[in-house]
């Protein structure tokens, strides 16, 4: 069987990729709330005329989170499909990876504040 073309590949890739987000966008109410925020941010970034460097921060903490909240999501759906019953080896996985999303959240929020709290007060 012949390789797809180069092109044709990275395309299929973007596609594969823009669906992934979408259904992420679609069935997690976890990622929607995060994207609700990373609006709201981006609005107050304009709002405040933040800096380019604190731009690229705050677009750094938003990918950060909600791409972390996406292999979270990936790694809790491959762990229910291959044991769907209740297996505490599973659960501590799963915690693991809710803990990563902590972190990261938590530091964004960091971010944030470095960011805001100056403009504000």
Known sequence: MAEEPFLTNRLNSVK??????????RSESSIQIQAA?????????????ISATEWALQ????????????????????????????DPRIG??????????????VLAS???LIIY???IF
Do not use: C, H
């Open 59 to 86: 677009l750094l903490a938003i990918g950060l989170v909600m791409g972390v909240e996406g292999v979270n999501t990936a790694i809790e759906e491959l762990a229910d499909y291959v044991q769907p019953r209740r």
């Open 117 to 119: 709290i100056p403009k």
């Open 37 to 49: 925020i990373a609006l709201a941010l981006t609005l107050a970034g304009f709002y405040f005329e």
């Open 110 to 112: 960091i971010v944030g």
């Open 16 to 25: 594969y990729a823009l669906r992934g987000a979408w259904l992420l966008l």
């Open 92 to 105: 501590r996985l799963k915690d693991i990876s809710a803990g990563a999303v902590m972190f990261a959240s």
